[in-house]
């Protein structure tokens, strides 16, 4: 985890607030006291190596002697922020944390300690872990160095998560919630939890569910529509077609990379994984879009209002991503031996683009647009066709065909 130890941007106050002014000492001391009796020795010498912030939390390295440590603080860890819901999540994180440490050979942080109170050397909310080596796949997927070949590192990448998700495929669950410690090396499944900001820009974590059902989910975590104007209206007829075209596949649900992107994906030189970091609110998910889906940096473009290309140099083309999501899709069927959820990966960038519109509305007019531009195979009157629709001056028959490429794109 090298990178932790580039510049970063300084943490927002506002979010943070008393969180940014906890001593260096204070860290050692948690650190130290945690390492001694890991080690059956006292440390002779201790630094702070790096204070990084994150959207949600603060990470601390600590550097004990020749053991390095991750203390990492959660935003909610001060103020109104403190409540059950917040200790609640954080547990849930370390549960699933430990248990992929313990029932799969997926490399994550071995968690050492935490706490969901404020007793302790720091005073606030922590999780002490082990610290992981390699690079992000965001500084490394660009970066032209290196002793192998960019293409060749770039599809080891794609091999290697792949076959470490993968190994996810071995547990189901018959809701869709955050999991918990059940006792005796299972876990059971609780409320989802949720990243709320408050009109003073601090955070807090709600709760909902557990679901027995995507559409159950759906229905309750959506972002709400927008009915009234043109834009609005039409979003919400693309949502109300596209969404219950998502497959439901058989029982159960499954466990995810809760935020499965670049930044927390860590290789070494050559593009092998070393580790995936930041287990917040991890929670079981449809198989249409849990651990088969594509990994976020090769689907950028069905999230148009994220995606610079070719403004940014850091993007790829829409032709790069197709390619490596066809490569990722060969990796997946290799892992699971061509078949269980396999089946659901080739068309998960559609998936989750129409997911991701249904519960953000700040998303949701562009990946609309994108449904309809791939649909009609015609990107210059998307735009046009949606205005239509929220205005109800697409003809009836036009609509029908519509509706019939939708479905198809999303379910066939």
Request: charged share 25%; glycine share 8%.
């Amino acid at each position: 985890m090298a990178s932790l130890e580039s510049p970063h941007d300084e943490p927002d106050a506002d979010v943070f607030g008393p969180l940014i002014s906890i001593k260096p000492e204070s860290l050692i001391r948690l650190g130290t006291n945690l390492r001694s009796p890991l080690l059956n020795k006292p440390t002779s010498s201790s630094r702070l190596v790096a204070r990084i912030s994150g959207s949600h939390n603060l990470i601390h390295i600590l550097q004990l002697d020749n053991l390095k440590l991750v203390v990492r603080v959660p935003a909610t860890g001060w103020g109104e922020g403190m409540t059950g819901a917040a200790a609640r999540a954080l547990e849930s994180q370390v549960a699933v944390m430990r248990f992929i440490s313990r029932e799969t050979k997926i490399p994550v942080p071995t968690v050492y300690d935490f706490d969901t109170g404020i007793r302790n050397e720091i005073g606030a909310p922590y999780i002490c872990m082990s610290f992981l080596p390699g690079r992000t796949v965001s500084e490394v997927w660009f970066d032209e160095c290196g002793p192998t070949p960019l293409e060749h590192r770039r599809i080891s990448i794609l091999e290697s998560v792949a076959q470490a998700v993968a190994q996810l495929s071995s547990f189901s669950f018959a809701t869709i919630g955050s999991p918990y410690d059940a006792g005796g090396e299972s876990l059971a499944i609780g409320p989802c939890y949720h990243w709320r900001e408050n009109d003073d820009y601090t955070v807090h974590v709600t709760a909902s569910g557990p679901y027995g059902t995507t559409a159950a989910y759906l229905q309750d975590c959506s972002a709400a529509k927008d009915t009234k104007g043109v834009w609005g209206l039409a979003e919400s007829k693309i949502i109300d077609v596209v969404v219950p075209c998502l497959p439901e596949g058989p029982t159960g649900f499954v466990l995810s990379v809760p935020d499965f992107d670049s930044q927390n994906i860590l290789v070494d030189e050559g593009g092998a994984l070393t580790g995936i970091i930041d287990w917040d609110l991890v929670q079981t998910m449809p198989r249409c879009v849990g651990y088969c889906r594509y990994p976020g940096w090769i689907t950028r473009d069905w999230d148009p209002l994220m995606y610079g290309w070719p403004k940014r140099a850091s993007e790829n083309s829409p032709q790069e991503l197709e390619r490596y999501r066809k490569i990722y899709n060969e990796k997946m069927g290799e892992a699971l031996g061509g078949g269980g959820d396999w089946k659901y990966t080739k068309k998960s960038e559609v998936r989750e683009a129409v997911w991701i519109a249904a519960l953000n509305s700040t998303n949701r007019l562009e990946i609309c647009r994108k449904l309809v531009q791939v649909a009609i195979g015609d990107g210059k009157k998307a735009l046009d066709i949606l205005y239509d629709i929220g205005s109800d001056r697409l003809s009836e028959q036009d609509w029908h065909a519509l509706r019939g490429k939708l479905m198809k794109l999303v379910s066939g």
